[in-house]
């Protein structure tokens, strides 16, 4: 991997160290105007569940600070993760989550604001045995924690803004996770998508397994965990060993992959979120992500043709899947004729 793709060339970051005050953003706003960019949300994707109660404290504080900039700039939302601390259980998280998360998201509800959680696991954040270091990562635990949400008058604040690259990374199907929300009765807790895709590599599947790779990563030395953090990163051969992330449009697929859920079926994603969640198309923020890293350059000159192919390519796919809900579930049904063939299903295999 280049040295340019651990930069992120698509996004600038607020300093949030100082306040945030009505000065600065009005000038933000300004910039945004002037270069028609909009704002889904602030995002700012940390463990708010680390170990480390100051550390923990610190994190909490900066996400808040977030909060009060969100508000400032307009917006409804922010995005984020909930995390894990890696010395529980999971189900010791979940006790965690009540006692320090729900306490950050009464926060954001004094604010009018929503949470959205992206799914990714994280496997390589940490250099230990875990992979599940968000527990927010399925809708198995959406609903547990929405649950715990529910109960502290919060619920409304906790939402899901889904990632269709970390379903492929679990081997899942964004159809059969946005069936068992409805099935669940939880069909409304998606409420914004990250547009990213994930190509799993078939070679790294057989040597290593979905687990990724699990021993000789590069990140201990023997039995002793390094402490340098260039060999720490090699963590994250849990999962960089059988996939890579794609920006929409730049990977070739074919049906088998499709099929074997190892790369994100773009127009069945768009479609099956129309017939199956609860949200209104138009108002649903696609946010397009660039982590594809050999196409992360910093040249500027460079990155706009990348970045507007894969903008329209993200567009079109939309638009398709809006005219093939509207021909089989309105116009044709309207006349009394049948759509034809049959479609993915959920939960096939």
Same mark, same amino acid.
């Given at each position: 991997?280049p040295?340019a793709?651990?930069?992120d060339?698509?996004?600038n970051t607020?300093?949030?160290r100082?306040?945030?005050?009505a000065?600065?953003a009005?000038?933000?706003?300004?910039?945004?105007?002037s270069?028609?960019?909009?704002l889904?949300d602030?995002?700012?994707?940390?463990n708010?569940?680390a170990?480390?109660?100051?550390l923990?404290?610190k994190k909490?504080?900066?996400?808040?600070?977030?909060?009060?900039a969100?508000?400032?700039?307009?917006?409804?939302?922010?995005a984020g993760?909930?995390?894990?601390n890696? &010395?529980?259980?999971l189900?010791?998280?979940?006790v965690?989550?009540?006692?320090?998360?729900?306490?950050l998201l009464?926060?954001?509800q004094?604010?009018?604001?929503?949470?959205?959680v992206?799914?990714?696991?994280m496997?390589?954040?940490?250099i230990?045995d875990?992979?599940?270091?968000?527990? &927010?990562?399925?809708?198995?635990p959406w609903?547990?924690l929405?649950r715990?949400?529910?109960?502290?008058g919060?619920g409304?604040?906790? !939402?899901?803004?889904y990632?269709?690259?970390?379903?492929i990374?679990?081997?899942?199907?964004?159809?059969?996770?946005f069936?068992?929300l409805k099935?669940a009765?939880y069909?409304?807790?998606?409420?914004?998508?990250?547009?990213k895709?994930?190509?799993?590599?078939?070679?790294?599947?057989?040597?290593?397994?979905?687990?990724?790779?699990?021993?000789?990563?590069g990140?201990w030395?023997?039995a002793e965990?390094?402490?340098?953090p260039?060999?720490?990163r090699? &963590?994250?051969?849990k999962?960089?060993?059988?996939c890579?992330?794609?920006?929409?449009g730049?990977? !070739?697929?074919?049906?088998?992959?499709?099929?074997?859920n190892r790369t994100?079926?773009?127009?069945?994603?768009?479609l099956?979120?129309?017939?199956?969640l609860?949200?209104?198309?138009?108002?649903?923020?696609?946010?397009?992500e660039h982590?594809?890293?050999k196409? !992360?350059?910093?040249?500027?000159?460079?990155? &706009?043709p990348?970045?507007?192919?894969?903008?329209?390519?993200?567009?079109?796919?939309?638009e398709?899947?809006a005219?093939?809900y509207a021909l089989?579930h309105?116009v044709?049904p309207a006349?009394?004729?049948?759509?034809?063939?049959?479609?993915?299903?959920?939960? !096939?295999?």
């Amino acid at each position: 991997m280049p040295a340019a793709a651990l930069l992120d060339p698509v996004a600038n970051t607020l300093d949030l160290r100082g306040p945030f005050s009505a000065a600065r953003a009005a000038r933000v706003r300004r910039a945004m105007q002037s270069t028609r960019v909009g704002l889904s949300d602030l995002a700012y994707f940390d463990n708010m569940l680390a170990a480390d109660e100051s550390l923990r404290h610190k994190k909490h504080e900066l996400m808040q600070r977030v909060f009060d900039a969100a508000v400032l700039l307009g917006t409804d939302a922010v995005a984020g993760f909930v995390g894990r601390n890696p &010395a529980l259980s999971l189900d010791a998280n979940l006790v965690m989550f009540e006692e320090v998360f729900i306490p950050l998201l009464k926060e954001a509800q004094a604010r009018g604001l929503t949470y959205r959680v992206e799914q990714c696991p994280m496997p390589g954040w940490t250099i230990g045995d875990t992979w599940h270091n968000n527990i &927010a990562y399925a809708p198995g635990p959406w609903i547990a924690l929405h649950r715990i949400c529910e109960r502290h008058g919060v619920g409304d604040q906790f !939402r899901i803004h889904y990632d269709p690259s970390h379903a492929i990374l679990m081997g899942q199907d964004s159809r059969s996770v946005f069936q068992y929300l409805k099935d669940a009765g939880y069909d409304f807790l998606i409420t914004g998508f990250h547009v990213k895709g994930q190509v799993i590599d078939s070679r790294g599947i057989s040597a290593w397994g979905y687990g990724g790779q699990t021993m000789q990563r590069g990140d201990w030395r023997g039995a002793e965990p390094s402490t340098a953090p260039g060999e720490q990163r090699h &963590a994250w051969k849990k999962q960089t060993v059988f996939c890579e992330h794609e920006l929409p449009g730049t990977a !070739r697929h074919d049906p088998l992959a499709y099929l074997q859920n190892r790369t994100v079926d773009w127009l069945d994603h768009q479609l099956a979120a129309r017939e199956l969640l609860r949200i209104d198309p138009e108002k649903t923020f696609l946010v397009v992500e660039h982590e594809y890293p050999k196409a !992360r350059v910093q040249d500027k000159s460079r990155l &706009a043709p990348i970045l507007s192919a894969s903008l329209a390519f993200t567009r079109a796919i939309d638009e398709a899947a809006a005219a093939m809900y509207a021909l089989q579930h309105e116009v044709l049904p309207a006349q009394g004729i049948a759509a034809q063939g049959i479609g993915r299903e959920a939960y !096939r295999s």
